[in-house]
């Protein structure tokens, strides 16, 4: 495991001119560039979806309409969810991938430079759809990012406008997705076999499957949905001879695994951390990969655990109920794998291993809802209700968003050669993690009370935990501008890093220098 | 302990800011009134339970190694990674538990889905903004519109008790019955949701869903549509009142000599004053939405009233029928999002409106002012 020579080389390449400035940025190869580039456009749609949240709660403050009508709040909470998704959530995990999967295997950088490039700037496009469909007639996309027909045939050209926004993402997602498989299956260290590697590179692996064997799923079910709009075919429509159910069951076979997409890579992460901070190895390396793997089959099969109400066969909703249930067993394991990694270590609790310990907590939370809401019969009373907000908040805030942070702190000393405030980081901790019990706990008893999700107005039994709710959130989003100032901060100054950032950390990354050179590992490590 | 923090903060803010008197703050399902609504709420409690549990035990054994096994204690770490049994146990466990939550959830199931032997079938349509109820072979149909004004929605009086969960026609069923309940949609997916039965079925434009409760007590009963249905979802509840047999018997009778009045209204002669006042109501409780009351529309998805060309153009052709694309063939046919009202309002209320839309919300039409009942019925 030495690579003390890659800091050296990596001088000598930086001096052979490759582009500066906007260049560097426009034409980069590099990995690490491009995984920077990734995390801030995460970042920034992040701070917008989040700024649409803050609208969605400001109208739901008290009972009746005040700010907001009720046509603009659903592109609110469409848009909100779509950019979240699409924008925020998984380039993060895809920033994460470019920047650490070649340090963690000790490659060189991606296996196809210019397609990572390519994959990248495609967000661009993508993005700049979404957010000028506010401005076209009509506003933007109101349908809900579901978007199910025939609600969606009738919204105007910004429909069009995030079904080719979201073409586009499923183009970047699978470019990017093979360029990953590639560069793990091709470009590992001598002597890393495949169940040596670590757990944040398992886990990205069987997320590029996923997205790879989901992402053109969904790509069918729009270019079905802009054929019934604009060139007069039938796929959902009834009268015609479709069935507007159809697209669910389409919808959803991409959109239930999309669920694992976003929550596998963020397990990679915890299983990163917390053998970190523990200084243990992880407990059950094997096992968390074979639940890594059983958890992205079974995602393929629970899809229509999303339709319980629209009526389906008995035996469907059975077979739907059983298998749903049975993700919990994977899922399971890999929690417990987690507190016996913790179990008799020598723990210390910096701001990476305070959000990993808290996105387990909590994560566990967004399971046991989850679980709730696979029984069927309870479902029905659940389903579209504000319980179902708090279950999905519960394992993609606190389960994926959280994670992202966590494995922000966690990586930023290796990625800027600084480290962060370690003060500010445990303020942006609690603040995010009180914050978000505040906003969306309260949601699971308004939604128990049969509070219907994605409406402007609603009765006034539910005006007091509303309340609480929209305070939490206006504090939520207020405390993540500290942590944009707390990694600006961070790539600003601070104290020096060394080359190991944590002294129980393991793995090719902390081999090399802090920050990381720009090209690393051009002479491949050995691996024991 | 973030819970502790939710719970004080609740509290102080529910000290502070509550509004109203009947607000609560409700923590679980709505008390059940039905059979079905009674096993839900039972396997609810049990998976709660269940979880609680679960997470007693887990989250302890965490909480302790948080404490015990830090490094600032002392505690060194040790190096074991691997212990198959225990990696076997904590997979059977988990799986034992869930047969065991599997086996009521399966009989719930089975249970919502027999819809047989049924005393009675209503047929439910939802629509962009409201619910139509048919009951089958009883010759009565209506349509269930939102009772609260768009004055308590904008903040201009007081909220009513059952804001937002008040209707002007009521679903009417005999206690202790079961309802067979026919679903479908005529323009987008709705679905109709009713919490103290333990119902929730989607209604699916160009199929027939169906789903079935028994009221085991005398009551109101109010849910919400529960799919996005476009911009007014949040204002078409649903609201089931259960009576008993003698009640619910009457109420048919009523709902009949209601309908034939309404019939026998075509005929006769209407002042432009009472069709005027007719219409205000008619329209409010169906076109303001998305017409608005004042007329303004909200272009470009819903065209403005006033100054309207259809609003103000001619509607008769020479032979006496109405021309395509006028105000008449607009109010009956419909046209893209605009639905066909011809078998939702009667012949008085499709003639009222239409003259209000002409003669009110700043229009003064001249050509074909008012239209008559009768003209409509003739039309239709």
């Known amino acids: 495991m030495s690579s003390t020579t890659t800091t050296h080389d990596a001088h000598g390449h930086d001096d052979h001119g490759h582009p500066t400035g906007l260049m560097r940025w426009v034409k980069s190869t590099n990995h690490k560039d491009i995984g920077t580039m990734y995390l801030w456009f995460s970042f920034t749609m992040f701070l917008f979806a989040g700024a649409l949240a803050m609208g969605i709660r400001a109208e739901l403050f008290q009972p009746g309409l005040q700010f907001i009508k009720p046509e603009v709040f659903n592109q609110l909470t469409t848009l909100h969810g779509l950019i979240m998704i699409f924008g925020a959530i998984m380039p993060a995990f895809v920033g994460f991938a470019n920047w650490q999967v070649p340090l963690m295997i000790g490659a060189p950088d991606m296996a196809f430079p210019r397609l990572n490039n390519m994959s990248f700037w495609l967000l661009i496009p993508a993005a700049i759809l979404l957010l000028a469909s506010f401005f076209v007639p009509g506003g933007a996309a109101a349908g809900g990012w579901t978007m199910y027909p025939p609600l969606s045939v009738q919204g105007g050209m910004s429909v069009d406008m995030s079904i080719f926004a979201l073409h586009i993402l499923g183009v970047s997602s699978i470019v990017g997705s093979i360029n990953i498989i590639t560069t793990i299956f091709n470009m590992r260290a001598p002597g890393m076999t495949l169940m040596k590697m670590p757990m944040f590179v398992w886990t990205w692996l069987i997320t590029a499957y996923l997205l790879i064997a989901a992402m053109p799923v969904l790509a069918g079910a729009l270019t079905m949905l802009i054929t019934d709009r604009h060139f007069g075919t039938h796929f959902f429509n009834a009268a015609g001879g479709g069935d507007p159910v159809l697209f669910q069951h389409v919808f959803w076979f991409f959109g239930h695994p999309e669920v694992y997409i976003m929550i596998l890579p963020a397990f990679g992460i915890l299983s990163t951390i917390i053998p970190t901070f523990a200084r243990k190895p992880l407990f059950g390396y094997a096992s968390m990969v074979y639940a890594t793997a059983a958890i992205a089959v079974l995602s393929f099969v629970v899809w229509a655990h999303h339709m319980f109400t629209t009526g389906m066969p008995v035996a469907g909703q059975l077979f739907f109920m059983y298998s749903t249930m049975l993700i919990s067993v994977p899922t399971g394991v890999k929690v417990f794998n987690w507190l016996a990694t913790m179990w008799k270590g020598s723990m210390t609790f910096e701001t990476p291993m305070l959000f990993s310990v808290a996105v387990v907590f909590l994560f566990t939370i967004g399971g046991f809802s989850g679980l709730v809401c696979a029984i069927l019969p309870v479902d029905i009373q659940l389903q579209d209700t504000y319980y179902v907000v708090a279950h999905f908040h519960y394992v993609l805030f606190s389960g994926a968003a959280m994670s992202i942070m966590g494995g922000v702190y966690y990586w930023i000393p290796k990625w800027t050669g600084h480290m962060y405030d370690e003060t500010l980081g445990k303020w942006h901790f609690w603040l995010t993690t009180i914050a978000f019990n505040v906003t969306f706990f309260p949601m699971h008893f308004t939604g128990l009370a049969g509070m219907p999700r994605r409406i402007p107005d609603y009765s006034q039994q539910f005006a007091e935990f509303n309340m609480i709710s929209s305070l939490g959130a206006f504090a939520l989003g207020l405390s993540q501008l500290l942590f944009l100032y707390v990694v600006i901060k961070c790539i600003r100054g601070g104290a020096k890093a060394t080359n190991q950032v944590w002294d129980g950390a393991q793995g090719l990354e902390w081999t090399v220098a802090s920050p990381a050179p720009f090209h690393t590992f051009e002479t491949p490590p050995q691996v024991k | ?380």
């Open chain 2, 1 to 380: 302990m973030n819970k502790k923090a939710i719970f004080f903060l609740s509290t102080i803010l529910g000290a502070t800011f509550a509004q109203n008197g009947n607000a609560a703050y409700e923590l679980n399902l709505r008390a059940p009134h039905s059979e079905i609504a009674h096993q839900i709420y039972d396997l609810h409690m049990l998976i709660v339970y269940v979880c609680l549990a679960i997470m007693v035990v887990v989250f302890g054994v965490m909480f302790y190694s948080i404490y015990k096994h830090r490094k600032s204690v002392g505690h060194e770490a040790s190096q074991f990674h691997e212990h198959h049994l225990l990696e076997v146990v904590w997979t059977i466990i988990p799986a034992v538990i869930l047969i065991a939550m599997a086996v009521p959830a399966t009989k719930t199931i089975l249970a919502m889905k027999d819809t047989s032997a049924a005393d009675m079938t209503v047929k439910v349509t939802g629509l962009q903004w409201k619910w139509e109820y048919d009951y089958i072979g009883k010759d009565v149909k209506f349509i269930s519109n939102l009772a609260t004004t768009q004055d308590q929605i904008h903040g201009k009086s007081e909220k009513g008790e059952n804001y937002l969960l008040e209707v002007d026609n009521p679903m009417v069923v005999p206690v202790g019955k079961k309802v067979r309940v026919l679903l479908t949609a005529n323009d987008v997916i709705h679905s109709w949701s009713m919490p103290s039965f333990g119902v929730k079925q989607d209604a699916i434009p160009g199929f027939i869903k169906e789903t079935w409760f028994r009221a085991d007590a005398p009551g109101t009963y109010r849910g919400q549509c529960s799919e996005l249905c476009g911009q007014a979802h949040g204002f078409m509840p649903i609201v089931v009142e259960a009576v008993s047999e003698e009640k619910y018997a009457a109420w048919i009778e009523t709902k009949k000599a209601e309908a034939a009045a309404g019939a026998a209204g075509s005929d006769k002669e209407w002042t432009k004053e009472d069709l005027i006042a007719n219409g205000k109501t008619v329209y409010e409780k169906n076109c303001a939405v998305c017409h608005q009351a004042n007329g303004a529309g909200l272009p470009p998805a819903f065209p403005a009233m006033t100054g309207s060309k259809v609003a103000l153009g001619a509607m008769w052709g020479a032979d006496g029928k109405y021309l395509k694309d006028s105000h008449v063939d607009r109010l009956l046919n419909g046209k893209g999002v605009m639905p066909a009202w011809k078998a939702q309002l009667n012949d008085v209320e499709i003639a009222s409106v239409i003259t209000y839309e002409r003669q009110a919300l700043g229009n003064a039409a001249t050509v074909d002012p008012i239209v008559q009942p009768s003209q409509i019925k003739a039309a239709r």
